[in-house]
Structure formats: structure tokens, C-alpha cells
Nanobody
Framework: QVHVAESGGGLVQDGGSLRLSCAASGLTSSSYAVSWFRQAPGKEREFVAALRRMGWRTFYADSVKDRFTISRDSATKMVYLQMNDLTPKDTAVYYC????????????????????WGQGTQVTVSS
């Protein structure tokens, strides 16, 4: 059974940093994927970043590339999203999602490819 839970959200000022954590247990496949999505008020959920078990490749949305980093701690198996240089546009509920079998590369940014989701954590960036 796969279980996903996020933590680490909060309130931060414009230009600040936050690190989100995702505990994704039960991922037994050698080709799983763990991703972050976010949803701002009145907007659709959007892809943020992904980590693919095969080759430990990472993928980012253009809007966060060079500011956000997705990583995994091999000892704890936690997946992190380090967010730097935050702006009010980054304000959203952030969700961690997992798939036992990673989506193909062309679909890795699609939220319907992930079967397991956390409850979300609020990130608010004040101006």
C-alpha cells in the first residue's frame, strides 16, 4: 500500500525559501516516480517537479526551473522540494504525488498519471 504525506508549508516573504518534504512509503517498483504539483486559488492544478527512479532523473516546470530543486534522501527515502527565490505567484497548495510505475517522459507532467496523493500543504508568499 502506497502512502504519501507532505509537510513543510508555511508563510514566507517574497524572495524567501522553503523546503517541502514528502514521505512516500510503499513504493516497491524500481521505476517509480514522485512528483510535486500545486494548485493556486481559482486555478487548475499544475506540475512543478518530478523525480524518476530510473536514472534518478529530474524534471521541472519552466516557471520554477533554476529556483526549485527536487531531491531524494537515500537514507530516509524522503523526497524534498527546495524552493528558493519565492514570489507571490508561487502561493498555492502543494501536493506530493507518486506512481509505482513512472509515466513515460512525455506524460510525466500529467497529474492523471499519478495514483497516490498527499493531502497538500499550503505555501503562502507575501509581498
Amino acid at each position: 500500500q502506497v502512502h504519501v504525506a507532505e509537510s513543510g508549508g508555511g508563510l514566507v516573504q517574497d524572495g524567501g525559501s522553503l523546503r517541502l518534504s514528502c514521505a512516500a512509503s510503499g513504493l516497491t517498483s524500481s521505476s517509480y516516480a514522485v512528483s510535486w504539483f500545486r494548485q493556486a486559488p481559482g486555478k487548475e492544478r499544475e506540475f512543478v517537479a518530478a523525480l524518476r527512479r530510473m536514472g534518478w532523473r529530474t524534471f521541472y516546470a519552466d516557471s520554477v526551473k533554476d529556483r526549485f530543486t527536487i531531491s531524494r534522501d537515500s537514507a530516509t527515502k524522503m523526497v524534498y522540494l527546495q524552493m528558493n527565490d519565492l514570489t507571490p505567484k508561487d502561493t498555492a497548495v502543494y501536493y506530493c504525488a507518486a506512481a509505482q510505475q513512472s509515466p513515460i517522459l512525455s506524460a510525466i507532467r500529467r497529474d492523471d498519471m499519478y495514483h497516490y496523493w498527499g493531502q497538500g500543504t499550503q505555501v503562502t508568499v507575501s509581498s
